[in-house]
């Protein structure tokens, strides 16, 4: 039987698989990174439909994430994560997202955590997302704000030793599930919206504590010249994505399917209002 642990389940895979996580010891030395562009179409047009229906606030943030949600319904291996040089398959489907209460310089940051089961439609994701998102800004003390300023008030060269222990406890799978509750650095996603600021996305790091495999961001719209099979010249309005992947947790052909899937769902966005048909689990 497989090993459980409070976020995934241990896996037992073939003699390759589990040793490259013991020659590419930490995330960020294996990193991948991949740009993509996305016509904005049918997000826009899915977003329109759904507004008029009452929706008020649904927008691409929660598109995104709902396709991200499908796409790991279908290809769950991109859901993993190491601990321990081990491989395991993640319980459910942890989205992180740093929130700013008030768009200016000053304010300070905090983190939400969106829960998903891989049956979710986008009306699941609509709800999950604007629920925590509505936490956040009507809560300025949430339990991530609490932790960070009880760390805050440790001393410096304690604070360093106490990293040290974190590290070290969840190498083992041992951190407590109240921090990981509030830790931004465990899920299967981190998400940055840098649209709500008008700029493009970023490159962006993987974090070597913690466990989150794969860091997405995406940026403004933008309009591009395209030729279409004539010759024709059209203007396109599209927004780009960049992914950061730990490779360590699938092969390269596995990540290139998951990423067609991904764009299936973005660029037809409708098959997102129904959950989808079966959800594929990972062995």
């Known amino acids: 039987m497989a090993k459980r642990i409070k976020e995934g389940r241990r896996l037992n895979l ?6 490259v996580p013991y020659i590419m010891v930490e995330r960020s030395e294996s990193e991948n990174n991949i740009s993509l562009s996305f016509p904005c179409d049918g997000v826009e047009t899915l977003v329109r439909k759904l507004r008029a229906d009452g929706y008020d606030s649904i927008g691409f943030l929660h598109v995104i994430i709902a396709a991200y949600v499908r796409t790991i319904s279908q290809r769950p291996r991109i859901n993993r994560f190491i601990r321990g040089q081990r491989i395991y398959a993640r319980n459910g489907i942890v989205v992180n997202m740093v929130v700013k209460r008030k768009m200016n310089i000053d304010e300070v940051d905090t983190v939400i955590k969106m829960h998903f089961n ?14 925590k998102i509505n936490e956040a800004f009507e ?16 001393p410096s060269v304690i604070k360093k030793n106490m990293f040290w222990w974190l590290k070290l406890i969840d190498y083992f799978g041992l951190i407590p599930r109240s921090l990981v509750s509030v830790s931004p650095f465990h899920g299967s996603m981190f998400l940055t919206n840098l649209a709500s600021i008008n700029i493009p996305p970023v490159r962006h790091h993987l974090y ?45 052909f596995y990540f290139a399917s998951a990423l067609k899937l991904f764009r299936k769902y973005i660029t037809s966005p409708d098959i997102l209002m129904d959950p989808p048909a079966e959800v594929i689990e990972d062995r």
């Not at 860091?215 to 309009?223: D, M, Q």
């Open 139 to 154: 809560n300025t003390n949430s339990d991530f704000d609490k932790t960070a300023k009880l760390l805050n008030f440790v």
């Open 14 to 19: 073939p003699a390759y698989d589990s040793i």
């Open 118 to 131: 891989p049956t979710d439609s986008i009306f699941d994701v609509y709800e999950e997302v604007n629920s």
């Open 208 to 252: 070597n504590f913690g466990n989150v495999p794969i860091f997405l961001a995406f940026g403004a719209k933008r309009n591009v010249l395209t030729l279409d099979d004539y010759g024709a010249v059209h203007k396109e309005r599209v927004f780009d994505l960049v992914f950061s992947m730990d490779e360590r947790i699938c092969d390269g």
